[in-house]
């Protein structure tokens, strides 16, 4: 099993502004993943964090809204950029190994004022 | 592009009754997993099938995976308040091979 720490919780932040969220592994995994939740939603997948290249990133999402880095097996951050009321929404991070249980982070809940 | 479609949306069940939750995919599947998010929490797993036809049991929950790999289930037997939560089911990505795609999950309240 892997424990997912991710921070921040919460925030609110202004709009314009950005916001990185980080994700922390308590293992090494081979995959980290970047979801998108508004409340009462499913989950949206935003992006496969890749270790040591570029993000692979879903369609509707691009990488200059949402960076990301993963430097190592460990560890990945999301940042939302220049962030507007739109963007409000319940984040998550995902590890896991290839095919199997996906493990999530408790979520960063993000209010773009 | 893939769709996972689930149903119901939400499901209001009196403690003892059954509930049951359906998935189908507009593709064939690889596997399915199933996972349980409560109120105000984040999606925990609870199973993975992988073989078509496949059964599985996790004490008052069943999993069905179909023969085509297409649609799958979850019912639960006999519920309880603490099965209170949303149901997702996940497929993985066709073109990313291991991200998950969700359903839109089904919301279960269990009434006393």
């Known amino acids: 099993s892997a424990v997912i720490s991710q921070k921040p919780s919460r925030d609110i932040c202004q709009r314009g502004t950005s916001l990185t969220i980080q994700c922390q592994v308590d293992?090494?995994?081979?995959?980290m993943f970047w979801y998108r939740q508004q409340p009462g939603q499913s989950l949206t997948l935003i992006a496969t964090?890749?270790?040591?290249?570029?993000?692979?990133?879903e369609s509707g999402f691009v990488i200059d809204k949402f960076p990301i880095s993963r430097p190592n097996l460990t560890f990945s951050t999301l940042t939302v950029s220049n962030m507007s009321p739109e963007d409000s929404s319940i984040y998550l991070c995902?590890?896991?190994?290839?095919?199997?249980?996906?493990?999530f982070g408790q979520g960063t809940r993000l209010t773009v004022v | 592009g893939q769709q996972v479609m689930q149903i119901p949306q939400y499901q209001h069940v009196q403690e003892g009754e059954d509930f049951t939750t359906y998935c189908n995919s507009s593709?064939?599947?690889?596997?399915i997993q199933w996972y349980k998010q409560r109120p105000g929490g984040h999606p925990v797993f609870l199973i993975q099938?992988?073989?078509?036809?496949e059964v599985k049991k996790q004490k008052r929950l069943t999993f069905q995976f179909g023969e085509a790999k297409k649609n799958s289930s979850l019912h639960i037997t006999a519920t309880q308040t603490t099965d209170v939560g949303t149901y997702f089911c996940?497929?993985?990505?066709?073109?990313?091979?291991?991200?998950?795609?969700f359903g839109k999950g089904t919301s279960l309240l269990v009434t006393p």
């Open positions: 995902s590890a896991g190994q290839i095919n199997t249980e996906a493990f």
């Open positions: 293992s090494q995994v081979t995959m």
């Open positions: 964090a890749n270790q040591g290249s570029e993000a692979t990133y």
């Open positions: 593709t064939t599947l690889s596997n």
């Open positions: 099938l992988v073989k078509s036809g």
């Open positions: 996940a497929g993985p990505v066709s073109n990313s091979g291991y991200a998950l795609n």
